[in-house]
């Protein structure tokens, strides 16, 4: 029992690093891990130690560990010194970056997630910005802190911070405004697919749409009213507006299966691993679309081992995307399995069959049998085709070509008392373009968290 966010891959180490044992003598079940955001994406030395014992004495080892050790116990994150140099041209147009980086990777490298972060820091350091001429050097360095590792977004919130943080220096000593020197440098929607001096091909996006929206929303063109009523009241007011991108659902494969049983209820399982995304309602909710099951007679499955053949886990912002893209592919196949069973019950030609909102109808007619009764009949071998095997259960496995690349502005207003330097946060905007949405609640409940979570650092 782990609390891990990918435990296929976690066995796999153990099984053939550590214990040089078949993978099936070793089960991973990992429950409620009570969040990950990338800490939890491995085996510390303490699950190595744990089944070691166990070997050792012939009986169950529990180690538990409270959050006052955790926190200065597990891996850290962001720990960066950047120099960073952009060049511009007469009209205020980028011409080149150049970034050197002294990456902090704590006291030992205990496999390449430690490295991760800094490998991810780098490709999106050109932002959203079109920047003909891009090159970063990184140095990773060993210390005597804790081993650095992905944490809430992998190395990309160090590059978007660099950048920003760059074009703001840069307008505050040209005189210019931080949010048209922005615009003028924004790679325009007309030019995606866009690939950049560092290799990556952003598929979409509509970044000046983003910022104006976020600048609207913001109010950012009567800051200058709030910040001198701020004054009079003897307290500093500061604004900052953040064009983000983010590398996400990086092209490695996901699985999900679909088992009914005799009874006509479902089972999902899936490979990626819940940690508090909701993924039971979003993959639940799948379901329903594709194959008009209600969720509430949907069993969801995940983060074991034993039950589930395989998966990759959940990080990088991957789970939806590719998982999600599995298990549509695993109800497509359940549909067409579906219309052979469904053509013999209804005494009709499959080529006839349309399927839509849980029922296989005949095309031009009432006649219908719903899928919670293909199911039944699919256990039934009397009421199958000829050749048909029995049973109705599916897998999809999806592998994408290429990432995908949310987007969005964010702003941020704050006060501060210079006599006492506390800080208050009197505004938050997001713009954020996420692509197709599955579920409104359990996105904006992502949304809040980072919100709260990069304010929580930042402080």
Not at 199 to 205: E, F, I, N, R, V
Not at 361 to 389: H, N, S
Request: hydrophobic share 40%.
């Amino acid at each position: 029992y782990a609390d891990v966010q990918y435990p296929h891959r976690v066995r796999s180490a153990l099984a053939t690093n550590i214990f040089k044992i078949p993978e099936h003598k070793i089960r991973v079940i990992a429950g409620d891990v009570g969040g990950g955001f990338g800490t939890k994406g491995w085996q510390y030395p303490e699950h190595r130690l744990v089944l070691w014992a166990a070997r050792k004495l012939g009986r169950p080892v529990k180690w538990a560990c409270e959050r006052r050790e955790a926190i200065p116990a597990d891996e850290h994150a962001r720990d960066n010194v950047s120099e960073a140099e952009l060049a511009l041209d007469a009209r205020g147009r980028f011409l080149a970056l150049r970034v050197r980086t002294l990456a902090n990777v704590g006291a030992y490298v205990s496999s390449d997630r430690n490295l991760l972060a800094t490998f991810s820091n780098v490709v999106t350091l050109v932002g959203v910005y079109t920047v003909p001429a891009a090159h970063v050097e990184v140095t990773s360095v060993l210390t005597n802190t804790n081993s650095t590792a992905p944490y809430r977004g992998a190395g990309r919130p160090e590059a978007t911070y660099v950048i920003e943080r760059l074009i703001d220096d840069t307008a505050r000593e040209l005189g210019l405004d931080p949010v048209e020197l922005r615009r003028a440098n924004l790679i325009p929607a007309s030019s995606m697919p866009y690939r950049t001096p560092l290799g990556m091909t952003y598929d979409c996006g509509d970044f000046e749409r983003n910022m104006d929206d976020g600048v609207k929303l913001a109010e950012v063109a009567g800051f200058a009213l709030r910040r001198e009523e701020s004054r009079l009241r003897g307290r500093l007011r500061g604004i900052a507006l953040v064009n983000a991108i983010e590398r996400a659902a990086a092209a490695q494969p996901e699985f999900a299966e679909i088992r009914f049983a005799p009874s006509g209820s479902a089972t999902v399982l899936m490979g990626t691993k819940n940690q508090g995304q909701g993924h039971e309602t979003t993959f639940r909710q799948i379901l329903h679309e594709r194959l008009g099951l209600d969720p509430a007679d949907v069993r969801y499955i995940d983060g074991d081992t034993d039950r589930v053949a395989f998966g990759m886990g959940t990080m990088g912002s991957r789970s939806t995307v590719i998982g999600g893209t599995a298990l549509w592919m695993a109800a497509d196949k359940v549909i067409a399995k579906g219309m052979k069973i469904a053509a013999r019950l209804l005494e009709a030609a499959e080529a006839d069959l349309v399927f839509a909102d849980g029922r296989f109808t005949v095309a031009g007619t009432d006649r219908a049998v719903a899928i919670t009764d293909v199911a039944r009949a699919a256990f039934q071998p009397a009421q199958l085709p000829p050749g048909l095997e029995p049973g109705l259960y599916e897998t999809g496995t999806f592998v994408p070509k290429q990432d995908t690349w949310p987007n969005g502005c964010h702003v941020c207003e704050v006060e501060v008392d210079p006599d006492t330097g506390a800080v208050t946060l009197l505004s938050y905007v997001v713009v954020d373009d996420v692509g197709t949405v599955i579920n409104p609640v359990t996105l904006k409940g992502q949304i809040h968290g980072g919100v709260a979570q990069g304010v929580g650092q930042a402080l």
